[in-house]
């Protein structure tokens, strides 16, 4: 495994939050690895300063700043070029993995609401394709359009707040086509997810991480000695103090499992479930 640069994408609104979590994140980083803010245009000179005095291996890029390099590689990408303008989810979605792209043969992405709690070393340098498994399956469009209209292979459970991809596999025609669709836009906050997951589906095995270890799960209250990181979602968003505190317990390393695809099967097991729940 090698180490690699690890991102985020930052807003001023979420400042205070990154503060905690994101010192938790570089302390899993090795000397020469870097964490790169990408600013979705809302941050104060203020804030860069505070995030920079954070490690010496910060870099911020501004949106002012890699505007021309962004725009210059989305000329023949106009509808790229809209839903950056109209989503900051774009600048996840395109100006993060066009840098990686130039830059790094791989990187991880994170957002900045997750705490990580101990032994995740591993997290930052996997050599396969790896992401955060949810504790549901929700993408942007209905699982059936996905497999039946357009015949799209996806994982379930897939969230986006944690990934190791290879850049070489990032397609910015097929962005630029998925983009083009409207039915992705069904529901808008999980447009840029739906994307992430199918970029995946199209790059061959991929791996998701353990359930137990890195949560992803609303209403989780309880740290466990098997947690070592857990994705901030909905009502945990206020939980980033109460468990940023050092751990330094013995506990086993990050393990992933090789992810599951939807499949007909995998939508009708989902459907009678519901309907049994309900």
């Known amino acids: 495994m090698v180490p690699q640069t690890v991102y985020t994408l930052l807003c001023h609104r979420d400042i205070n939050m990154a503060l905690v979590t994101l010192p938790r994140l570089l302390r899993f980083l090795s000397s020469d690895q870097k964490l790169i803010i990408f600013d979705d245009g809302s941050l104060t000179d203020d804030d860069t300063d505070i995030l920079k005095a954070l490690s010496v291996n910060i870099i911020i890029i501004t949106r002012v700043d890699r505007e021309d390099f962004v725009n210059s590689a989305l000329t023949n990408y106009p509808i790229c070029r809209q839903y950056r303008e109209k989503s900051p989810f774009g600048f996840k979605l395109i100006d993060i993995p066009l840098h990686a792209q130039k830059f790094n043969a791989r990187f991880t ?3 900045s609401d997750i705490i990580y709690i101990k032994n995740c070393e591993d997290y930052f340098k996997q050599d396969r394709n790896v992401f955060l498994k949810d504790f549901t399956t929700a993408f942007s469009l209905k699982l059936k359009k996905i497999l039946f209209k357009y015949h799209w292979s996806i994982p379930t459970n897939f969230n986006a707040g944690y990934f190791s991809y290879d850049s070489s596999r990032f ?6 086509h998925y983009l083009s669709l409207p039915d992705v836009y069904d529901y808008l906050w999980l447009t840029e997810q739906t994307c992430w997951a199918l970029l995946f589906g199209r790059s ?3 791996y998701c991480t353990n359930e137990d270890q890195f949560i992803c799960r609303e209403g989780y209250n309880d740290l466990k000695s098997e947690n070592l990181a857990i ?3 909905v009502n945990l ?7 940023a505190v050092d751990n330094n317990d013995i506990s086993l ?6 992810s599951k695809k939807v499949t007909p099967l995998y939508i009708l097991t989902r459907k009678l479930s519901h309907m049994i729940k309900y």
């Open 231 to 233: 994705h901030l979602i």
């Open 171 to 176: 397609d910015l025609d097929f962005v630029e």
């Open 204 to 206: 061959g095995p991929s």
């Open 237 to 243: 968003k206020n939980k980033y103090v109460e468990w």
């Open 109 to 111: 992405y994170s957002d």
């Open 253 to 258: 390393p990050p393990t992933f499992n090789l």
